[in-house]
């Protein structure tokens, strides 16, 4: 068979270089992919933007696609899966009433206080002097959200009152009004992302991802700097918990209210000091890079799992099957990210790299007009290798990184090395 994945991240290149390990995948179109997926034998880009969704369902009926995999929020929020349903092409991903769960964390906060689901207590704003007063008499620290789409800059969490109002500004004037303003929890992040046929869910193995820039946990909010699985915080039994309690009861809220939900279903957990799981946030899609940790690890070929989705028989589906290892992903980005960064420059020693053993994710990478290899994004480079334990695979990750240079190259040293935990970050 052959898929069409959409996006040009890491998250999409783990999804096309997972699904042609199978000897079903005849080929895969990314549209409109980067510098990796080119390279891939059997993996074509078509230059195409996510969001040209006549042009997509055009490739998908001339070459005979089985499966449309959404990789990222952007075209799921616009409603790509509503057009190609329209189409009779099938589609991994959301309607855009779906993708709303990520798309509006108002909406989504409705939706869990409606089906139970435990979060931060919150309250919506559309002025900025209600969102300030409501600052100053709940006190900090505090955290301040776009209710919409910010491509990870819309949080801001608040150690004081005068950071929290500067949020409150900033985000007012960039316009992106209404603001969620919440309780600050502590504890230790995971990201449980399950699959979902719009009945029944699935989780896959649980991973952690490093959102600051810098190492300790510091700096600027990041689409994600590094990620480990299976996150140890998250035992079966949390697991267990985590699915009854939280996802299960989601999918259950989306059916009430008409919304057949096949897709990733991705939670963003706040595990407490006393072990319980509050939701952060709810994603329609795969981490970026918790995908380039997880798909590594799973040994049931990916279109299978996605299949069941799409076809809804989730619940007849055997065990998913993991790599009893342990995976890491290291992303190298360009210097100056998640602020402006230069594009361009020359990447080398990739395939040094691979020699080690490490698997290499594009992420901003393009083939230049010279036929070079060249940074093209914030996040170039995600550096994934397995092992029988964090330690082995750490160690192949951060051997195999340092064959690779560009110019400005940044990573942070700890990933795998120490476990995030945002008491660290809020004092
Ligand atoms: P989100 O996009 O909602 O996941 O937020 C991005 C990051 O901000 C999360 O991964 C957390 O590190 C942090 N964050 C979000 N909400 C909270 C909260 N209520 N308490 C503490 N940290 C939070
Ligand atoms: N790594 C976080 C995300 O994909 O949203």
Redo the contacts with the bound molecule.
Sequence with gaps: MKVLVVGNGGREHALAWKLLQSQQIERVICVPGNGGTALIERCQNVSLRVDDFEGIARVAREEGISLVVVGSELPLSSGIADYLQRQNIPVLGPTQAGAQIEASKSWAKELMEWAGVPTAHSATFTEVEAAKTYVAQQGVPIVVKADGLAA?KGVTVAKTVAEAQGAIEYLFGDHFSPIVIETCLRGQEV?VLALSDGLTVRSLLPAQ?Y?RIGEGDTGANT??MG?YAPAPVATPQLMEQIERQILQPVVNALRARGIDYRGVL?A?LMITPEGKPLVLEF?CRL????AQAILPLLETPLEELLLACTQQRLEALPPIRWKQESAICVVAASQGYPGSYTKGYAITGIEEAQNLGATIFHAGTKINPQQQLVTDGGRVLGVAATGEDFAQATAKVYKAINCIHFEGSYYRRDIGRTKTDSAKSVP
């Design positions: 990870g990201s991802d959102k689409g994600g990620g991705y963003g994603n981490g970026d890079p918790e």
